[in-house]
């Protein structure tokens, strides 16, 4: 996946060929944050003054900005692949929740 991150917020980077452009927009937060450029640093740089931007213009209006993930997250699963997740982190000699972060980050982060 290609993304940027920058003061805690996420964007996800698309190319538009017919353009020749990169675009991105912030993920994980409710108000729309988008930005472009036709090389990586000009893509990084519009990306980074989005977000001054929009801390900027919350500030002026007295706003909090949206906040992006907290890092919580609640799921649902089976009782079976609980348990067998379970396992697997005790075999692993970690905890439950050390196990779970350690293998979406393997997982985002594979090629």
């Known amino acids: 996946m290609n993304s940027m991150t920058y003061k805690g917020y996420f964007a996800k980077i698309n190319f538009d060929e017919r353009d020749s452009i990169f675009w991105g927009k912030v993920i994980g937060i409710k108000d729309s944050i988008t930005f472009e450029g036709e090389t990586v640093a000009k893509l990084t740089e519009d990306f980074h003054n989005a977000i001054d931007h929009y801390l900027a213009d919350c500030k002026n209006e007295n706003l909090l900005p949206a906040k992006p993930y907290s890092g919580k997250l609640t799921l649902r699963v089976p009782p079976g692949i609980h348990a067998e997740i379970a396992a697997a982190a005790a ?21």
Do not use: E, Y
């Not at 075999?91 to 090629?111: E, R």
């Open 91 to 111: 075999h692993a000699g970690k905890s439950l929740n050390k196990w779970v972060a350690d293998t979406l980050d393997q997982v985002v982060h594979s090629p």
